[in-house]
Nanobody, 116 residues
Framework: QVQVVESGGGLVQAGGSLRLSCAAS????????MAWYRQAPGNQRELVATITSGGSTNYADSVKGRFTISRDNAKNTVYLQMNSLKPEDTAVYYCNAKLIYNTYSWGQGTQVTVSS
C-alpha cells in the first residue's frame, strides 16, 4: 500500500554536499517511521538515519554532525541532507518505510559517489 522512491544521488567531490529525497505514495497515516540505509559493494546494508512519525531522529555515529534527516508531510517526502561528504560515504542509499502493522517498504536505491 506504500511505495517509496529515492532520488538525488550523484557524483560529488569530498567535502561537497548532496540532498537525497524519498517520496512516499499511499496513506501517510500507516507509516510509523522512515529511515535511510546505505550499502557499499561487499558490505552489509547499514542504518544511516531514522525519523519517526513524531519527528524524533537518530543517526549513525559515522554521520552525526554531517547528515540531517527531515520530512515534509505536505509532500509525503523525507530528505537526507549530506554535508562534508567523505569517500567512505560512497554507497547505494535506500529509503525504508516502517508501517504501523510492522511491514516494510524499500525503495530502489540511489547511488552516491564521493571522489577524493
Amino acid at each position: 500500500q506504500v511505495q517509496v522512491v529515492e532520488s538525488g544521488g550523484g557524483l560529488v567531490q569530498a567535502g561537497g554536499s548532496l540532498r537525497l529525497s524519498c517520496a512516499a505514495s499511499g496513506s501517510p497515516f500507516i507509516i510509523s517511521s522512515m529511515a535511510w540505509y546505505r550499502q557499499a559493494p561487499g558490505n552489509q546494508r547499514e542504518l544511516v538515519a531514522t525519523i519517526t512519525s513524531g519527528g524524533s531522529t537518530n543517526y549513525a555515529d559515522s554521520v552525526k554532525g554531517r547528515f540531517t534527516i527531515s520530512r515534509d508531510n505536505a509532500k509525503n517526502t523525507v530528505y537526507l541532507q549530506m554535508n562534508s561528504l567523505k569517500p567512505e560515504d560512497t554507497a547505494v542509499y535506500y529509503c525504508n518505510a516502517k508501517l504501523i502493522y510492522n511491514t516494510y517498504s524499500w525503495g530502489q536505491g540511489t547511488q552516491v559517489t564521493v571522489s577524493s
